[in-house]
């Protein structure tokens, strides 16, 4: 069994022990998920570690195992790119921060950190499979703690927003199934006759346009669902708000789509993907623009955040269309800063909704007096989400421009004309938010609130840093994404390359 399946599976596995703890041992069950998940970000970093980035294009950590014997090229199998590898160690990140967050849930403990090591297995086992199927099992097995995530330890309304998540993930996923099978019986062209659903094999298929262009749409409609892209965002903004996942969800969640775009989409369907560009750059920078401008409308702190980053997902989807090196770089980036700034952002809103319950920001006000770390955390979070020159935020979204700018695909710099004005947008809804919760007068009621704990400044502190790291070393991560990146535009291109020379070839 290789370390990569072990690390995947190590969370789910480990946490089937939390039920032989008394159920008042919730001291005892806290420090045992919080070494779990430590556990698992210590192997992602053993992985990340022998990574080798100079390698170029190529999987590493693969761990092959027949499934379904010879009768169909179905098969466990996982590895990691330097795509995946990112999302990887940072799904373990967010899983360590999720579960030392965590301390503060009372009811049904045991249950409460089963579900979410479970989760983690489940988004570790996404990022690293490379059968499509086995993809889907992870991708399927995903909504089930989620579901009782939101439905038992969520807001007032946790049980709408747990349904309404549930409805609109199955049906995608569905839709997603359809697609996999589908492609698995055209897959037999290049598997001697056999269905397959081998990634590795499916990439090296010739399909014509109008296949791809239907298989497209088919995964295309279950991520952007994920995404959300505008106008399939309509859940979003609920399941946050009533969410005790926060971190988690905007952290990882949203980032599972973008991945599986690129992976899929992208590199199975080059010409339909190239075809498509200009119309999903064009709904890309609408929930840009979208996302911005509700955001600054809204009156509740997490809906805010929620629509921020639907915001952010706009610029990673048009930094995936833009096929160019720089965006798509900028990407990769992007999403790993908005995990780390919004995350951050809805810790403090979270543990203030958590202890006053008032969701309207205006109802708060002067708290840096009474939570300083707190205040501080959010204002360099907010700094880093509106794309601050030396943090994360400014780096992915810069490349991310000057790609789009650039791309031959999109034809026109407009796009990213006009996504520039969500950067702006993001100045006039995060610092009105920033001003109403901790200037101003602090009322008698707030001189009680809380500042943040020692985990609390221990995780603060950590993503913190991860953020200037990003900021103002993004070489060193960049680096490792680099050959995939140059292999991603060169598949798109080669099709478009090939056409060129058929035409000027003609008599």
């Known amino acids: ?20 703890f008394r159920r008042n041992a919730i001291t005892a069950v806290r420090i045992y998920a919080s070494g779990v998940s430590l556990l698992t970000l210590s192997g992602s970093l053993h992985l990340a570690l022998q990574f080798n980035p100079d390698a170029g294009f190529q999987f590493q950590h693969i761990a092959l195992e027949q499934w379904l014997g010879t009768s169909a090229d179905v098969k466990y199998s996982v590895a990691l790119d330097g795509l995946s590898l990112s999302l990887f160690v940072l799904t373990a990140i967010m899983f360590a921060i999720a579960t030392l967050l965590s301390w503060s849930i009372e009811t049904s403990v045991r249950e409460y950190f089963f579900f979410l090591l479970t989760l983690e297995t489940c988004i570790l086992g996404i990022f690293s499979a490379i059968d499509l199927f086995l993809y889907y099992i992870f991708w399927e097995a995903m909504l089930i703690p989620m579901y009782f995530l939101i439905g038992m330890w969520g807001g007032k309304r946790r049980a709408e927003a747990a349904t309404k998540f549930l409805l609109y993930m199955l049906t995608a996923s569905l839709v997603m199934l359809v697609g996999v099978i589908y492609l698995g019986y055209l897959g037999r062209d290049v598997n001697g006759g056999i269905f397959t659903t081998d990634y590795q094999k499916l990439t090296s298929l010739s399909l014509p346009i109008d296949a791809q262009q239907i298989l497209f749409w088919i995964f295309g409609l279950s991520f952007f669902v994920k995404s959300p892209i505008f106008p399939l965002h309509t859940w979003a903004a609920d399941v946050y708000a009533e969410s005790p996942l926060g971190t988690v969800l905007t952290g990882l969640l949203l980032k599972v789509a973008p991945y599986a775009l690129i992976r899929f989409n992208v590199m199975l369907f080059p010409e339909a993907a190239a075809g498509y560009a200009p119309l999903i750059g064009t709904l890309a920078v609408i929930t840009i623009l979208y996302g911005a401008l509700v955001a600054a409308a809204q009156a509740e702190m997490k809906r805010v955040l929620a629509f921020s980053s639907v915001s952010h997902l706009g610029f990673m989807l048009l930094g995936i269309f833009a096929f160019t090196e720089e965006s798509l770089q900028g990407a990769l980036l992007q999403m790993l800063h908005s995990s780390l700034s919004t995350g951050l952002l809805f810790l403090v809103v979270d543990r203030l ?24 955390a959010f204002l360099f979070a907010m700094l880093a989400s509106v794309a601050l020159p030396g943090l994360s935020g400014f780096v992915g979204e810069f490349l991310i421009l000057t790609g789009s700018f650039k791309s031959a695909v999109l034809g026109t ?3 990213a004309v006009l996504a520039a004005i969500g950067v702006i947008l993001a100045v006039v809804y995060m610092l009105p938010m920033t001003q109403k919760i901790f200037f101003g007068k602090l009322s008698e009621t707030l001189r009680t609130a809380l500042d943040f704990n020692w985990r609390e400044k221990a995780v603060a502190a950590a993503m913190i840093l991860l953020m200037l790291w990003i900021g103002l070393a993004p070489s060193s991560i960049l680096r490792i994404s680099v050959p995939v990146s140059r292999a991603t535009i060169e598949h798109i291109k080669q099709p478009q390359q090939a056409q060129s020379l058929q035409h000027s070839t003609k008599p």
Do not use: C, N
């Open 1 to 20: 069994m290789s370390s990569l399946t072990i690390i995947i599976f190590l969370p789910f596995l480990l946490s089937i022990p939390l039920f032989l």
């Open 413 to 415: 710099g407009l796009y």
């Open 353 to 376: 909704e958590a202890q006053f319950g008032w969701k309207e920001m205006h109802r708060y006000g002067g708290l840096k007096a009474a939570t300083p770390f707190a205040a501080s």
